[in-house]
């Protein structure tokens, strides 16, 4: 398995961010940006684009609070910001990943989730029967292993070795990482080790969630490593059940494809949205066509498809998501500021015209 997260120190937080320790993490490093002048920057302050000395300004503070943020994650959590280059957007990240959403939101999809209560009483059922206890795990363990390092040859001999136990191997989950093998395989890009794990399992089993609530296709969503890899996985995960495309991540209350947009993996959106029932997505099954929307309207990708969206919905336009289109000035070209080349292009073209209207009378 991947290395524990470090639980150590640094001279910002006591202890490094972690799944457990958000709210008292947060408090502690905005505290500190604010003390080193540096929270303007991770709540969105930018310089205008043609003022060098502020921009230059802006580079050196932006770098400091990330650089901040960046030291005070544990490994498992540096792993969701680490390729990011802004700190308002790391800190953002961190922010979907651990705050609820309200829980008017969490009531209504608790609402229209019915089935998830079926798949959850299953798994407490097989916990009871003790297939994921800890003492009981020991003789899985080689077998979580070797899917870990993406040696599927041994870890196929770990199952044929286990018998009539191999299909609680391919259930159970890791008491550590509270994830099964498949969840493991998928977030590694381990896409041969996915498919043949699929195959052994029935459709149920791949609506089994980890800790945060999520099944491996709500997983692939936030932190698949490589989008062209997780389209593939997601393929199989979805033809093998297409219930997949229903089921929310508990944490955030988001479907699939609105998981796969709130954390710009745009390309497996697309997919997802291909193969999401547009039921799924209308206003009596939740806010998801309208959370869909603002993160399409909000960021300016997947305008085409938040077209259709709302060429099958029109009631869809009523709301928050049509607020966020307005909100984006940058979405319109009389609302966007010029820079200094672009005003200079302009007003150039603009005397050139005016010399060739004198040239023709």
Known sequence: MASPTTVTCNAIVPELLNPHNY?????RVRTYLVSKDLW????????????????????????????????????????????????????????????????????????HDERDTTIDAAGQARDQAGENNANNF???????????????????????????????????????YQSTALLVAALNGNVHIVKELVQLMTPEDLEIKSHIGATPLGALARQCKVERDAIEMAKYMVEKNDRLVWIPVTFSGKIPVVEACVWSKWELGRYLYSVTPTEALMPQNGPHGACLLC??????????????????????????????????????????????????????TLLLLHFLSLQTI
């Open 23 to 27: 709210k008292h993490w947060s408090s």
């Open 295 to 348: 993160e399409c309207f909000g960021r300016l990708k997947m305008l085409d498809i938040a077209w259709n969206l709302l060429q099958c919905c029109p009631t869809l336009a009523i709301g928050e998501s049509m607020l966020t289109l307005a909100r984006t000035r940058s979405a319109f070209l009389s609302g966007t500021r010029l820079t200094r080349w672009q005003k200079w292009i302009y007003n150039c």
């Open 40 to 111: 303007d920057v991770v709540k969105g302050k930018h310089p205008t684009p043609d003022a060098e000395a502020e921009n230059k300004a802006w580079m050196k503070k932006n770098a400091e609070a990330l650089h901040a943020i960046n030291i005070s994650c544990g490994t498992e959590m540096f792993s969701l910001i680490c390729e990011i280059d802004t700190a308002m957007e790391a800190w953002e990240v961190l922010e979907k990943e651990f705050k609820l959403p309200p829980r008017s939101e969490i009531e209504e999809t608790e609402r």
């Open 138 to 176: 020991d003789r899985y363990k080689p077998f979580f292993d070797y899917v870990n390092h993406g040696d599927w040859d041994n870890a196929k001999e770990c199952l044929l070795g286990l018998g009539s136990d191999a299909d609680n191997a391919l259930r159970a989950t890791d008491p550590y």
